[in-house]
């Protein structure tokens, strides 16, 4: 199994300062996030759906303020890790390439460092990968896929990820590649009366919609929030560190 290395750039990630804070220990915080990572690469390979099992999760002995903080949350099957996703199918890559040599190139070439750590929320920092084969299959997953899912609240549930709605889904996190600034979106669209239907044509929001290009910009400005209720207007959207 390939290494987990870490960088300082954890320090700086809020879900993170906020698990230091429940456990009391930035070390232990540390420790549990590797933990996490470790059994979160262990079950990407082996899950259909790419998510560690709850009976296996529960075994491990991980915090639940670990999902208390949002570094992970429940998704189809188990327990999605987050960021688990871009460095497990580097893995994989490596393992269809198949020589060790090879992916010991790949390690040691210069901006590509294995496994480290991306501020903007514990993403490993892309590979860059030859465009062989862009056939995206409607079986994997993303992100944003899974935050919907999990925040949509009444909203329809989205059952399938299309290859179209992958590659659009794909645009929109390169746009903000940030699990909070989703979440907060997300979080707004579930609140909004509009969007669950108390319109004109009972219409209602889903992830067809979320992904538009200028759906998120939309919400920030509080184009669909409830006039009367002000609190919602105040739902919390961290951009994140996108540089």
Request: proline share 7%; with cysteine; net charge positive.
């Amino acid at each position: 199994m390939a290494r987990i290395n870490v960088d300082d750039a954890i320090y700086r990630d809020p879900r993170f300062f906020d698990l230091c804070i429940k456990l009391g220990n930035r070390f232990l915080a540390l420790g549990v996030c590797v933990a996490a990572w470790d059994l979160g690469q262990k079950w990407y390979l082996r899950s259909p759906h790419k998510t560690i099992p709850i009976d296996e999760w529960n075994k491990s002995g991980i915090p639940q303020g670990f999902l208390e903080v949002g570094l992970g949350f429940p998704g189809e099957g188990g327990i999605h890790v987050c960021g688990i996703d871009r460095y497990a199918q580097w893995i994989e890559k490596c393992k269809i390439a198949g020589a060790h040599g090879r992916a010991k190139q790949l390690e040691n070439s210069p901006g590509v460092p294995q496994g480290t750590l991306d501020p903007s929320g514990l993403l490993p920092l892309p590979l860059p990968l030859k465009k062989k084969n862009t056939t995206l299959s409607s079986e994997t997953t993303h992100p944003i896929f899974e935050i919907w899912n999990y925040h949509r609240g009444t909203l329809p549930r989205c059952k399938t990820l299309s290859s179209g709605r992958k590659r659009t889904a794909i645009s929109r996190w390169k746009e903000n590649p940030s699990e909070e600034y989703w979440s907060g979106i997300v979080k707004r669209l579930a609140a909004s009366e509009f969007c669950n239907g108390k319109n004109n044509r009972s219409w209602r929001a889903d992830f067809d919609f979320l992904i538009k290009p200028d759906t998120h910009a939309r919400v920030i400005e509080g184009k669909y929030d409830d006039r009367s209720q002000s609190s919602i207007n105040t739902i919390p959207i961290d951009l994140g560190d996108l540089t």
